[in-house]
């Protein structure tokens, strides 16, 4: 089913709606700091069942497409992290980072 997402400022933080056909739900967001764009706090798996019902045992779909939509809309070339309860938008890992990351492994 296609998603929907609608991102609503309230200075520092707001909400992002989510839509799926009939089915609606609301993650509170805010700004990061750091690298860190957006943060957006999402149930943990937990809690995930009592908060989201509609979308009971999907909840790794509805937040990854939540995180591709918000990074879509908010900031493109931005690199998504999802913890277990927040899903960071992120400023884009410089390249000599990627380099030496890798580096690291295959030195390691």
Not at 52 to 81: C, K, S, T
Request: hydrophobic letters at 40%.
């Amino acid at each position: 089913m296609r998603a929907e997402v609608e991102m609503v400022a309230h200075g520092q933080s707001g909400v992002a709606h989510y839509r799926e056909g009939p089915h609606f739900q609301t993650f509170q967001w805010e700004f990061g700091g750091g690298d860190v764009i957006v943060s957006i706090y999402v149930p943990g798996p937990a809690e995930w069942h009592a908060a989201v019902p509609w979308a009971a045992g999907r909840r790794d779909e509805v937040v990854h497409r939540l995180a591709r939509a918000v990074a879509r809309q908010q900031f493109p070339p931005g690199r998504i992290e999802i913890h277990e309860r927040w899903v960071n938008i992120c400023e884009p890992r410089p390249p000599w980072r990627v380099v030496g990351d890798w580096l690291k492994r295959l030195l390691g």
